[in-house]
T-cell receptor
Protein backbone atom coordinates (compact mmCIF):
# COMPACT_ATOMS: atom_id res chain seq x y z
CA UNK A 1 0.00 0.00 0.00
CA UNK A 2 1.15 3.48 -0.83
CA UNK A 3 1.66 5.48 2.28
CA UNK A 4 1.92 9.24 2.60
CA UNK A 5 2.49 10.41 6.14
CA UNK A 6 2.41 13.90 7.60
CA UNK A 7 4.30 14.81 10.75
CA UNK A 8 1.34 16.15 12.73
CA UNK A 9 -2.45 15.82 12.58
CA UNK A 10 -3.03 18.97 14.63
CA UNK A 11 -0.76 21.95 15.19
CA UNK A 12 -1.28 25.21 17.07
CA UNK A 13 1.17 28.05 16.51
CA UNK A 14 1.39 31.75 17.30
CA UNK A 15 1.46 34.60 14.81
CA UNK A 16 4.98 35.23 13.59
CA UNK A 17 6.34 31.76 14.37
CA UNK A 18 8.19 29.75 11.74
CA UNK A 19 6.28 26.56 11.02
CA UNK A 20 7.48 23.36 9.37
CA UNK A 21 5.08 20.77 7.97
CA UNK A 22 6.72 17.52 6.96
CA UNK A 23 5.52 14.93 4.44
CA UNK A 24 7.05 11.54 3.69
CA UNK A 25 6.04 9.03 1.00
CA UNK A 26 7.27 5.46 0.67
CA UNK A 27 6.49 4.69 -2.99
CA UNK A 28 9.48 6.29 -4.71
CA UNK A 29 7.19 8.88 -6.36
CA UNK A 30 8.87 11.67 -8.30
CA UNK A 31 6.10 14.23 -7.81
CA UNK A 32 5.05 15.68 -4.48
CA UNK A 33 2.46 18.36 -3.78
CA UNK A 34 1.27 20.64 -0.99
CA UNK A 35 -2.36 21.80 -0.94
CA UNK A 36 -4.43 23.78 1.48
CA UNK A 37 -8.08 22.91 1.97
CA UNK A 38 -10.63 25.51 3.06
CA UNK A 39 -14.42 25.14 3.28
CA UNK A 40 -16.12 26.21 0.08
CA UNK A 41 -12.82 26.54 -1.78
CA UNK A 42 -11.81 22.94 -2.22
CA UNK A 43 -8.10 22.20 -2.49
CA UNK A 44 -5.67 24.80 -3.79
CA UNK A 45 -2.13 23.98 -4.83
CA UNK A 46 0.59 25.80 -2.91
CA UNK A 47 3.75 24.22 -4.38
CA UNK A 48 4.79 21.07 -6.11
CA UNK A 49 8.08 19.32 -6.71
CA UNK A 50 8.92 17.00 -9.60
CA UNK A 51 12.40 16.01 -8.43
CA UNK A 52 14.84 16.47 -5.59
CA UNK A 53 15.67 20.16 -5.14
CA UNK A 54 13.18 21.08 -7.90
CA UNK A 55 10.02 23.03 -7.16
CA UNK A 56 7.33 25.02 -8.90
CA UNK A 57 4.85 27.50 -7.53
CA UNK A 58 1.23 26.52 -7.47
CA UNK A 59 -1.75 28.83 -7.37
CA UNK A 60 -1.25 30.31 -3.88
CA UNK A 61 2.50 30.29 -3.01
CA UNK A 62 2.57 33.64 -1.17
CA UNK A 63 3.71 33.26 2.43
CA UNK A 64 5.02 29.73 1.90
CA UNK A 65 8.25 28.06 0.84
CA UNK A 66 9.19 24.41 0.34
CA UNK A 67 12.19 22.15 0.60
CA UNK A 68 12.93 18.80 -1.02
CA UNK A 69 16.36 17.50 -0.10
CA UNK A 70 15.46 13.81 -0.41
CA UNK A 71 13.10 12.13 -2.85
CA UNK A 72 10.78 10.79 -0.17
CA UNK A 73 10.43 13.99 1.87
CA UNK A 74 8.76 17.30 1.03
CA UNK A 75 8.54 20.09 3.60
CA UNK A 76 6.25 23.11 3.65
CA UNK A 77 7.54 26.14 5.51
CA UNK A 78 5.59 29.11 6.79
CA UNK A 79 8.30 31.69 7.36
CA UNK A 80 6.14 33.88 9.61
CA UNK A 81 2.76 32.34 10.35
CA UNK A 82 -0.31 34.54 10.11
CA UNK A 83 -3.91 33.94 11.16
CA UNK A 84 -5.04 33.69 7.53
CA UNK A 85 -2.87 30.59 7.18
CA UNK A 86 -5.11 28.70 9.58
CA UNK A 87 -6.23 25.80 7.41
CA UNK A 88 -6.01 22.10 6.64
CA UNK A 89 -2.80 21.23 4.77
CA UNK A 90 -2.68 18.12 2.59
CA UNK A 91 0.39 16.53 1.06
CA UNK A 92 0.18 14.26 -1.99
CA UNK A 93 2.54 12.30 -4.24
CA UNK A 94 2.42 10.62 -7.64
CA UNK A 95 4.57 9.00 -10.28
CA UNK A 96 5.81 11.23 -13.07
CA UNK A 97 5.81 8.73 -15.95
CA UNK A 98 2.43 8.64 -17.66
CA UNK A 99 1.99 12.32 -17.03
CA UNK A 100 -1.00 14.12 -15.62
CA UNK A 101 -3.25 11.06 -15.64
CA UNK A 102 -1.49 9.51 -12.67
CA UNK A 103 -3.33 9.17 -9.39
CA UNK A 104 -2.21 11.42 -6.57
CA UNK A 105 -1.98 9.72 -3.17
CA UNK A 106 -2.83 11.89 -0.20
CA UNK A 107 -1.70 12.05 3.38
CA UNK A 108 -4.22 12.43 6.24
CA UNK A 109 -3.69 16.18 6.54
CA UNK A 110 -2.43 18.60 9.17
CA UNK A 111 -4.94 20.98 10.70
CA UNK A 112 -2.97 24.13 11.51
CA UNK A 113 -4.35 26.83 13.77
CA UNK A 114 -2.47 30.14 14.01
CA UNK A 115 -3.41 32.25 17.03
CA UNK B 1 -7.42 28.57 -17.70
CA UNK B 2 -9.05 25.48 -16.35
CA UNK B 3 -11.78 25.54 -13.73
CA UNK B 4 -14.18 23.15 -12.06
CA UNK B 5 -17.66 23.86 -10.74
CA UNK B 6 -19.43 21.48 -8.43
CA UNK B 7 -23.02 22.54 -8.64
CA UNK B 8 -24.15 21.36 -5.20
CA UNK B 9 -22.31 22.10 -1.96
CA UNK B 10 -24.46 19.63 0.00
CA UNK B 11 -26.57 16.66 -1.08
CA UNK B 12 -28.75 14.92 1.51
CA UNK B 13 -30.15 11.54 0.52
CA UNK B 14 -31.77 8.53 2.15
CA UNK B 15 -30.01 5.19 2.34
CA UNK B 16 -30.53 2.95 -0.72
CA UNK B 17 -31.64 5.90 -2.86
CA UNK B 18 -29.75 6.83 -6.04
CA UNK B 19 -27.51 9.89 -6.08
CA UNK B 20 -25.88 12.14 -8.66
CA UNK B 21 -23.16 14.64 -7.81
CA UNK B 22 -22.71 17.20 -10.55
CA UNK B 23 -19.45 18.53 -11.94
CA UNK B 24 -18.82 20.92 -14.83
CA UNK B 25 -15.43 22.00 -16.08
CA UNK B 26 -13.96 24.53 -18.44
CA UNK B 27 -10.75 24.02 -20.34
CA UNK B 28 -9.22 25.03 -23.64
CA UNK B 29 -7.22 21.81 -23.89
CA UNK B 30 -7.97 18.10 -23.76
CA UNK B 31 -8.65 17.12 -20.19
CA UNK B 32 -8.23 14.35 -17.71
CA UNK B 33 -10.99 14.22 -15.09
CA UNK B 34 -11.03 12.75 -11.60
CA UNK B 35 -13.35 12.18 -8.66
CA UNK B 36 -11.80 11.92 -5.21
CA UNK B 37 -13.54 11.12 -1.91
CA UNK B 38 -12.61 12.36 1.55
CA UNK B 39 -14.02 10.48 4.52
CA UNK B 40 -14.14 12.34 7.86
CA UNK B 41 -10.69 13.06 9.29
CA UNK B 42 -8.89 11.43 6.37
CA UNK B 43 -7.03 12.46 3.26
CA UNK B 44 -8.45 12.11 -0.24
CA UNK B 45 -8.59 8.86 -2.16
CA UNK B 46 -9.28 8.31 -5.84
CA UNK B 47 -12.76 7.07 -6.77
CA UNK B 48 -12.32 7.03 -10.55
CA UNK B 49 -10.75 8.88 -13.44
CA UNK B 50 -11.31 9.55 -17.13
CA UNK B 51 -8.26 9.74 -19.38
CA UNK B 52 -9.61 8.64 -22.76
CA UNK B 53 -11.76 5.97 -24.41
CA UNK B 54 -15.16 4.97 -23.08
CA UNK B 55 -17.04 7.91 -21.67
CA UNK B 56 -18.59 5.80 -18.89
CA UNK B 57 -16.06 5.19 -16.17
CA UNK B 58 -16.55 2.77 -13.30
CA UNK B 59 -14.80 3.30 -9.99
CA UNK B 60 -14.58 1.84 -6.53
CA UNK B 61 -17.49 1.32 -4.12
CA UNK B 62 -20.08 1.11 -6.92
CA UNK B 63 -19.61 4.65 -8.21
CA UNK B 64 -19.52 5.57 -11.89
CA UNK B 65 -19.21 8.78 -13.88
CA UNK B 66 -19.94 9.84 -17.42
CA UNK B 67 -17.75 12.20 -19.43
CA UNK B 68 -19.85 14.45 -21.65
CA UNK B 69 -17.61 16.58 -23.85
CA UNK B 70 -20.41 18.63 -25.43
CA UNK B 71 -21.78 19.61 -22.03
CA UNK B 72 -18.33 19.77 -20.39
CA UNK B 73 -19.62 17.65 -17.54
CA UNK B 74 -18.40 14.69 -15.50
CA UNK B 75 -21.24 13.78 -13.14
CA UNK B 76 -20.79 11.09 -10.49
CA UNK B 77 -23.56 8.56 -9.85
CA UNK B 78 -24.38 5.66 -7.60
CA UNK B 79 -27.62 3.67 -7.96
CA UNK B 80 -27.99 2.88 -4.25
CA UNK B 81 -26.06 4.65 -1.49
CA UNK B 82 -25.05 3.39 1.95
CA UNK B 83 -24.51 5.21 5.20
CA UNK B 84 -20.79 4.60 4.72
CA UNK B 85 -20.84 6.78 1.57
CA UNK B 86 -21.24 9.86 3.76
CA UNK B 87 -18.19 11.93 2.84
CA UNK B 88 -17.02 14.93 0.84
CA UNK B 89 -16.53 14.40 -2.88
CA UNK B 90 -14.20 16.43 -5.07
CA UNK B 91 -14.14 16.70 -8.83
CA UNK B 92 -10.79 17.65 -10.38
CA UNK B 93 -9.39 18.39 -13.85
CA UNK B 94 -6.00 18.62 -15.44
CA UNK B 95 -4.77 19.09 -18.96
CA UNK B 96 -2.57 16.67 -20.83
CA UNK B 97 1.06 17.51 -20.13
CA UNK B 98 0.27 19.24 -16.87
CA UNK B 99 1.02 18.04 -13.36
CA UNK B 100 -1.44 20.28 -11.59
CA UNK B 101 -4.92 19.23 -10.58
CA UNK B 102 -7.61 21.91 -10.32
CA UNK B 103 -10.21 20.94 -7.73
CA UNK B 104 -13.83 21.93 -7.36
CA UNK B 105 -15.14 23.27 -4.06
CA UNK B 106 -16.47 19.87 -3.02
CA UNK B 107 -19.90 18.31 -2.44
CA UNK B 108 -20.81 17.02 0.98
CA UNK B 109 -22.93 13.87 0.63
CA UNK B 110 -24.97 13.04 3.74
CA UNK B 111 -26.71 9.66 3.69
CA UNK B 112 -29.52 9.32 6.20
CA UNK B 113 -31.12 6.08 7.48
Amino acid sequence: DVKVTQSSRYLVKRTGEKVFLECVQDMDHENMFWYRQDPGLGLRLIYFSYDVKMKEKGDIPEGYSVSREKKERFSLILESASTNQTSMYLCASSFASGGAGNEQFFGPGTRLTVL
Amino acid sequence: AQSVTQLDSQVPVFEEAPVELRCNYSSSVSVYLFWYVQYPNQGLQLLLKYLSGSTLVKGINGFEAEFNKSQTSFHLRKPSVHISDTAEYFCAVTGSGYNKLIFGAGTRLAVHP
